[in-house]
């Protein structure tokens, strides 16, 4: 497709199953960024990878979340025993490049709810 | 670090009428970006406009301005021409050479009148 694509769109999980969050960015994107958007609220920063390499994940709120792009493309988010905190809107955005002045494209988001 | 500040929660325009969504920043990086991005109910973020920190004209896409008043570290989003469509969340946002990721204000949720 033209734009990010991340999937699933919705998600409910009961608190404490782990869950995983799918980010399919542009085509040839070497920046990738993962964000938490709470209701009500901007998305706040998870973690950030260029092509494969993890370069800041200073975002992620526990180590019950992990992000991996093992070949510099595709990107999953996990969550590990969720929480209902956990809940919230997680964006997935890509760049063509490495710089600060770079217009990120966001996908649709997963809304993931855990009871 | 940086933090951007958007005071209006809601606002409300006429349709066809001009529109100030109002945005302040706080960075201590030399060199910075500003974003406006505008969020439907769909969810999906739509980049509007950007200005960088050197750039001395103030940035224009359409009907969408950004005036930028660097003394004051404003970054004042002005939509001229209101349409209904218009109506969604605006978040302000930042970043700097020191930081590749965006940092988000807390939005302003626009509503256009028929």
């Known amino acids: 497709g033209a734009g990010v694509s991340q999937s699933p769109r919705y998600k409910v999980a009961k608190r404490g199953q782990d869950v995983a969050l799918r980010c399919d960015p542009i085509?040839?994107?070497?920046?990738l960024f993962w964000y938490q958007q709470a209701l009500g609220q901007g998305p706040e920063f998870l973690t950030y990878?260029?092509?494969?390499?993890?370069?800041?994940k200073s975002g992620l709120p526990s180590d019950r979340f992990f992000a991996e792009r093992p070949e510099g493309s595709v990107s999953t988010l996990k969550i590990q025993r969720t929480q209902q905190e956990d809940s919230a809107v997680y964006l997935c955005?890509?760049?063509?490049?490495?710089?600060?002045?770079?217009?990120?494209?966001f996908g649709e988001g997963s809304r993931l709810t855990v009871l | 670090a940086q933090k951007i500040t958007q005071t209006q929660p809601g606002m409300f325009v006429q349709e066809k009428e001009a529109v100030t969504l109002d945005c302040t920043y706080d960075?201590?990086?030399?060199?910075?970006?500003l974003f406006w991005y505008k969020q439907p109910s769909s969810g999906e973020m739509i980049f509007l406009i950007y200005?960088?920190?050197?750039?001395?004209q103030n940035a224009t896409e359409g009907r969408y301005s950004l005036n930028f008043q660097k003394a004051r570290k404003s970054a004042n989003l002005v939509i001229s021409a209101s349409q209904l469509g218009d109506s969604a969340m605006y978040f302000c946002?930042?970043?700097?050479?020191?930081?590749?990721?965006?940092?988000f204000g807390s939005g302003t949720q626009l509503t256009v009148l028929p």
């Open positions: 955005a890509s760049s063509w490049g490495f710089s600060h002045t770079g217009e990120l494209f």
């Open positions: 085509s040839g994107h070497v920046s």
């Open positions: 990878f260029q092509n494969e390499a993890q370069l800041d």
């Open positions: 960075t201590s990086d030399q060199s910075y970006g």
């Open positions: 200005q960088g920190s050197y750039d001395e």
């Open positions: 946002a930042s970043s700097s050479g020191s930081a590749r990721q965006l940092t």
